[in-house]
């Protein structure tokens, strides 16, 4: 008795499945009948073809479209298709992982520059910038993709450095971030940058220092406005205990973090808690009115840092309180 | 704009010292035009060069993981890069390289080459020695690199500046490449992309 429910709830998501595979089937046999008959195997394929669903023969199209190169990349290694393909592993995330609730996405421009600031955390592989992304792309009215700044650290890891590249990262330098500001791109960075993803979990949500407030001078310099982003649930995800100094020497990386999970149980170790997350957008600072002078003006961009710093913050523990506990 | 990296290799100190060179003669002869073509690797079908060779392998090898974004000048742009800086001369370094970048893979798939994927450490050994064999040659200096990490640089000085306008982008010159040269191929008739058009029933 109790079988039959579940066989019940089952069946849609078979259902849905199922003339994939009955085409499949239907295509192996009539190519099979076709040889029997005495044609040629290409011939065959392509007679078995005629009769497959529209679909399907799209889908072919594009892989087969893909292995020849019809395809486009931009000059920073970004590839729109690719980055299509991976999307639904990050909607899995930010859906039902980390139940994601973003708010106030419209401060995001829809079209031009911008300059988003949020806060970083994550040890062992920041999963911030693809939940903004996310963000971005499932509430915003006109979603459009965005690029991120990575540490240099990461083009050195294999598999790692094409992911990154291929859905929109890209080396962090000022002179990278002016060219694509100057390319009316959305563009996050995160000032806190390896001190930020690196502190111990004791220390959560308190933000580092901002480095010596580059950003806010790419952002005077291209005209950007800059958006600030706190992201409440990314230092859960992997609490850093400790810090393996000797083994991120050896490897040149910024740090090796130890958490709870790995290295003890390995790849295992690498599937984040599903904490739950908050990410708020805030009000954009326009700092068109301040013109091409005020580049030099160490005093003034550092005010405007602190002042984009302590927005983070105070948004940090709003959304601490808002979302309560950490896990449910 | 400062240097962030150190220099690590051989070739990397040896460049740096030449543009220092070049910069402190620059200096001291204010009354001269100093001018520096910086080039990114060229590629034509008819070139000696150790990446042409390389591109052009029965069966090219790369590193696992690896997929790095390149830039490869066009040898009518190469020829007409000089051409355009010797007539209108600037000062200080120039890159000379086409706009947009195009990654190894995209590369391959299409002067539809079969590609090897090799860990990293093997890379240079295996290339070295196939070079031998296939008459490739190893890579001078940093090309292992250049084929791990990739590199793209800012054109935008060639174009305002020299007004030289490439004839190709980098996806152009690749594919004017793939058109022309011939090369050798063990897998002359096959590649994936044929066999699943076979299967959709597009006819190119």
Redesign the interface.
Known sequence: MSAQPRAAEAGPAEGADAPSVAAIADFLRRMRNGIEDGLDPTTAARRATDELPRALRDAVDRISRRLRGEYHEDEWGFDEEFAEAVYPFFEFLYEVWWRVEAEEVRNVPSHGRALLVANHAGALFPFDASMILGAIMKEHPLPRWARFMVLDWAFVLPFVSVFVRRVGGVSANPHNAIRLLEQDELVMAFPEGAKGTGKPFSERYRLQRFGRGGFVEIAVRTGAPIVPVAVVGSEEIYPKLGDATQIARAIGAPFVPITPTFPWLGALGLIPLPSKWRIEFCEPIDLSGYGPDAVGDRRLLFEISEQVRETIQRKLYENLIKRGSAFL | ?AR??PLRTRFQRDVSELEGYFDNFSRRHPHLTCCMLRYQPEIGPGLEMPLVRYLSLPLVPV?????P?LQLVHADDATGALEAATRNPVRGPVNVAP?????LS??L??A?RPSVPLP?PLFGPTLERLGRRLGAGPLYGDGVRLLR??R?V?NRRLETEIHYQSRFD?VAAVRDFAARSMGRRVLTSF???DV???????RR
């Not at chain 2, 699943?196 to 597009?202: T, Y």
Request: avoid cysteine.
């Open positions: 704009m962030r990296l590193q696992l993981g690896f997929d974004r706009s947009g970048a195009i990654s995209h590369i798939r299409l539809r990293h990490f990739g793209g800012d980098a590649h994936p992309g699943l058009d076979m299967v959709a029933g597009a």
